[in-house]
């Protein structure tokens, strides 16, 4: 096959920019933001799955809420970070203000101790699922001093994972 000169401006302005591009398509292998791993190391529990589940559609929720009430701005929110923060407050709560915190958060259907359980194991996971990945929480339960908060509540939410040891407390200036 013998290939002719192109004498058409636009036909080689228009194609030399593709063939660039399909050679760097082709030449770029191992890109560093390739994760690697492509599964778990473990399968997922009943009550893990359930969980993202909650978190994902509490997340979407939180956002348009936000973004409802914001108007035209650049948002940029963790709904993680906030689930986890509203999930240690769960440890603490009941009655009415239980219910209403566990279904904002859309973790109807998982009692405190599937929760509390399955952020411990995915919180696990997360820490142990890349050795070059440093995943740290540095959740912490304030309080102002003279409040007597339950050791039980405290004890709760770092077994959990949700927080880290020690809580502080707030004095009154």
Partial sequence: MRLLPMRN???RSSLLPLLILSLVVVGCGGSPTD??????PRALSEQELSLIASDNIFGLNLFRAIAEAEGDTNIFISPLSVSMALGMTLNGASGATYTAMQETLELAGL???????ASRSLINLLTDLDPKVVFEIANSIWYREGFNISPTFVDVNQTSGSTMPPTGRLKRS
């Fill in 9 to 11: 401006t636009f036909a």
């Fill in 35 to 40: 994760p690697g791993r492509r599964t778990l």
């Fill in 111 to 117: 009692t405190e101790e599937e929760i509390n359980q």
